[in-house]
């Protein structure tokens, strides 16, 4: 069955740090995966996204993602946090066509000053 | 830009009421999803449907039903609120190009049974 673990439920960073949002997925085909945010009270917004190709995926706001088929994982990494960033994370995974997403249970990020 | 669009944001309601939440899409997509969240949870699939007037269950469809009767609108109904289901409920939509699927969000409407 299609399962997806975010192992953090919370991380703190500091503001300008770097980030790590891990992401381990169980699938039996080849995936496809996904980053999701969720900012206070808003609903969610695709990040990035990874169907084939090239392993590092680049997203929007300074965002990319790994593939890596051997960990069965698809670790979330910024390299500069921002205030703005703290919201909550979540990865999905799917496949090809018309598939239902599998959503983990998210990570909440909290960015201090 | 894909627009999802959800009735209310906030919504309280009675136990035993029927309750009635409306998603509309304006990008001509097939496919629309409701979702619950709960904390700790992530986001649980409850319907979804592939076609006006077809549809499926999720993951979680005990004590609710839908009704796609137009292309764009996605309706989930509780017919009978009960408190275990106050809870943040989210519509998407999905677009299909080639051989990926991207799901597009409304903004959720957070719903409490009292």
């Known amino acids: 069955a299609q399962s997806v673990t975010q192992p953090d439920i919370h991380i703190t960073v500091s503001e300008g740090a770097s980030l790590e949002l891990r992401c381990n997925y169980s699938?039996?085909?080849?995936?496809?995966l996904f980053w999701y945010v969720q900012s206070p009270g808003q609903g969610l917004q695709l990040l990035l996204k990874?169907?084939?190709?090239?392993?590092l995926v680049q997203g929007i706001k300074g965002f990319e993602a790994e593939f890596k088929r051997s960990q069965s994982s698809f670790n979330l990494r910024k390299p500069s946090v921002h205030w703005s960033d703290a919201a909550e994370y979540f990865c999905?995974?799917?496949?090809?066509?018309?598939?239902?997403?599998?959503f983990g249970t998210g990570t909440r990020l909290l960015v201090s000053p | 830009d894909v627009k999802v669009t959800q009735s209310s944001r906030y919504l309280v309601k009675r136990t035993g009421e029927k309750v009635f939440l409306e998603c509309v899409q304006d990008?001509?997509?097939?496919?629309m999803f409701w979702y619950r969240q709960d904390p700790g949870l992530g986001l649980r699939l409850i319907y979804f449907s592939y076609d006006v007037k077809m549809k499926e269950k999720g993951d979680i469809p005990e004590g609710y039903s839908v009704s796609r009767e137009k292309k764009e609108r996605f309706s989930l109904i509780l017919e009978s609120a009960s408190t275990n289901q106050t809870s943040m409920y989210l519509c998407?939509?999905?677009?299909?190009?080639?051989?990926?699927?991207?799901?597009?969000f409304g903004p959720g409407t957070r719903l409490t049974v009292l």
């Open positions: 990874y169907f084939s190709g090239d392993t």
């Open positions: 998407a939509s999905l677009r299909q190009g080639g051989s990926y699927n991207e799901q597009f």
């Open positions: 699938y039996g085909a080849t995936p496809y």
């Open positions: 999905a995974v799917g496949g090809p066509g018309f598939q239902k997403l599998v």
């Open positions: 990008m001509d997509h097939e496919n």
